[in-house]
């Protein structure tokens, strides 16, 4: 059986490209995408306590359908949002993105 460490380092190791990866990229999409690895590596954190702490019970679990049923969520979102400013802008750049500005 694998320690805990072993999935902590991995889920650390997702969290921190997502990190960069959301600091780093002009494009919307690639944004997302960073969003969605941060998310996957708090799912495997969930995941690996709740199999660490208690084997029997599954509130881990439970809680990680709750995040991927979130992030599903947000990525139809986010892509709904990045078309329509794609559509008006023909742009996913996110320096480009001044809707809100006066």
């Known amino acids: ?3 805990l460490q072993y999935f902590l380092i991995l889920a650390a190791a997702l969290f921190c490209i997502g990190i960069y990866g959301l600091v780093t990229s ?3 999409v690639r944004v997302l995408m960073s ?3 941060m998310l996957n590596a708090v799912n495997l954190n969930l995941m ?6 208690d084997s029997t019970e599954i509130k881990g ?3 990680t359908i709750f995040v991927i049923a979130i992030a599903a969520a947000e990525a139809a979102v986010g892509l709904a ?7 008006n802008r023909d742009t996913v750049d996110m320096e480009q993105f ?5």
Do not use: H
Request: hydrophobic share 55%.
């Open 1 to 3: 059986m694998l320690q």
């Open 61 to 63: 679990q439970v809680f």
């Open 48 to 53: 690996s306590f709740s199999n660490y702490i």
């Open 98 to 102: 001044n809707l809100l500005k006066w």
């Open 35 to 37: 969003i969605e690895l």
């Open 81 to 87: 949002i990045v078309l329509s400013i794609y559509r």
């Open 26 to 28: 002009r494009n919307a």
